[in-house]
C-alpha cells in the first residue's frame, strides 16, 4: 500500500541547534517533493519543492535534500529560533500533493 | 491583498442541513484545489479544478459538490451534513504544471465546519 510518514508526531529542540525532519515514503514514484510550514489555526504555507533529479536544495536556513531510492526527504532548519515552531508537512507530487502526517516542532528558548 | 480568501471562517451547523463554503483566489492562477483536513491534522485532496474543469475527484461523497463559476473561484457545497463531515476544509491555488503538481499550492486560512 501507497504511505507517506514523518519521522515522528513531534519533535523538541533547543534554539540555535539544528531541527532534522524526515519523509519516508513508499509505493510512489514523485518527480517533486515539497515541504510547508502550518502554523495553528492557519493553512499551510510554501516553504521548499525538490525535484527528483535534485540531491539537495537550500533557501536561507533551510535545506531539503531528496534519495529517491532511499524513497526519503530530510529537511534540515539550522540555527533553530522558537518563531521556527510549527508543524511542518511534506507533500509528495504526482498528478495532485499527497501530504504526509506532520511532524511538529517545537524550539524552545 | 489577501491571495486565497475563504468564507466563512467558521460554520456551526446540524445534521441535514446544507451548506456552502466560499474560495476566491487574486494570484491568477488557473487551478484550484479543496482539501480537508481532519481532527488528526490528515490533509488530504478532495477536488481540483483546471481553468474551471474538474480534473480531480478523490473518492468523496456525492454528497460534496464543487462548482468553479471562473478561475478565481471554486465553491464547495455540501448536502445532507453528517457528523463526519466536521473537519476544516482548505482552498488552495496553484499554476499548472506538465507534471501536474510541479508548482507551489497557496492556501486559504480554512474553515472549520462544525456539525452538531
Redesign the interface.
Known sequence: SQKIEQNSEALNIQEGKTATLTCNYTNYSP??L?WYRQDP??????LL?IRENEKEKRKERLKVTFDTTLKQSLFHITASQPADSA?Y?C?L???????G??TRLQVFP | DTAVSQTPKYLVTQMGNDKSIKCEQNLGHDTMYWYKQDSKKFLKIMFSYNNKELIINETVPNRFSPKSPDKAHLNLHINSLELGDSAVYFCASSQWGLAGSSYEQYFGPGTRLTVT
Open positions: 518527480a517533486y515539497q489555526g492557519r493553512g499551510p504555507v510554501f519543492l508543524t508537512l507533500a507530487a504526482t498528478d495532485k500533493l499527497i501530504f502526517t506532520g
